[in-house]
């Protein structure tokens, strides 16, 4: 079974500058895709960016990007220019694109963003 | 403008009692899917439903039901057999099961 793990519980950044969310993940197949989704105060979650994993490229939405290490099983998310609409719980989420499964989002436990003015 | 729309925000359960979340969304989504969410956890899928009158368990059925007679809508009831209910539930819609899911804002289930 795949597992997602944020070692993070917790991280906090000045505003404007810039902070990186870890998230790594264990799974024995090649295609699938990766998401960061971004959980504020009012409990919606958002999806932030997603990454396929047959694409070499790092997925970027405007001040947000991600470091995609296909071989260390590793998807972290980099947010530049850091406001204090930010703050928010993050998570990392699975999904296979193959087999019986690929309809199911494996998430980590998030790690909270705190935005510093 | 389109989305998902769950509701009440917040419902309290009495023991015993049958209680059920409403989720529906406007998006043309054929697949909608009901997680939980408890404290210091990631969600948790409960049911997901590929089409209508179609439905699969997922990790934590138990305790749950669902039904899937309109495309638009997808309720679930938290029955009297689950005994730990209290946590936050998601909906959330796709347009296919292998495409990006998006999510409601929620229900709250307390038990008295």
């Known amino acids: 079974a795949q597992t997602v793990t944020q070692s993070q519980p917790e991280m906090s950044v000045q505003e404007a500058e810039t902070v990186t969310l870890s998230c790594t993940y264990d799974?024995?197949?090649?295609?699938?895709?990766l998401f960061w989704y971004k959980q504020p105060p009012s409990r919606q979650m958002i999806l932030v960016i997603r990454q396929e994993a047959y694409k070499q490229q790092n997925a970027t939405e405007n001040r947000f990007s991600v470091n995609f290490q296909k071989a260390a099983k590793s998807f972290s998310l980099k947010i530049s220019d850091s406001q204090l609409g930010d703050a928010a719980m993050y998570f990392c989420a699975y999904r296979s694109n193959g087999g019986g499964s690929n309809y199911k989002l494996t998430f980590g436990k998030g790690t909270l963003l705190t935005v510093n003015p | 403008d389109g989305g998902i729309t769950q509701s009440p925000k917040y419902l309290f359960r009495k023991e015993g009692q049958n209680v059920t979340l409403s989720c529906e969304q406007n998006l043309n989504h054929d697949a909608m899917y009901w997680y939980r969410q408890d404290p210091g956890q990631g969600l948790r899928l409960i049911y997901y439903s590929q089409i209508v009158n179609d439905f699969q368990k997922g990790d934590i059925a138990e305790g749950y039901s669902v039904s899937r007679e309109k495309k638009e809508s997808f309720p679930l009831t938290v029955t009297s057999a689950q005994k730990n209910p209290t946590a936050f539930y998601l909906c959330?819609?796709?347009?296919?099961?292998?495409?990006?899911?998006?999510f409601g804002p929620g229900t709250r289930l307390l038990v008295l």
């Open positions: 959330a819609s796709s347009r296919g099961r292998t495409e990006t899911q998006y």
């Open positions: 799974t024995s197949e090649s295609d699938y895709y």
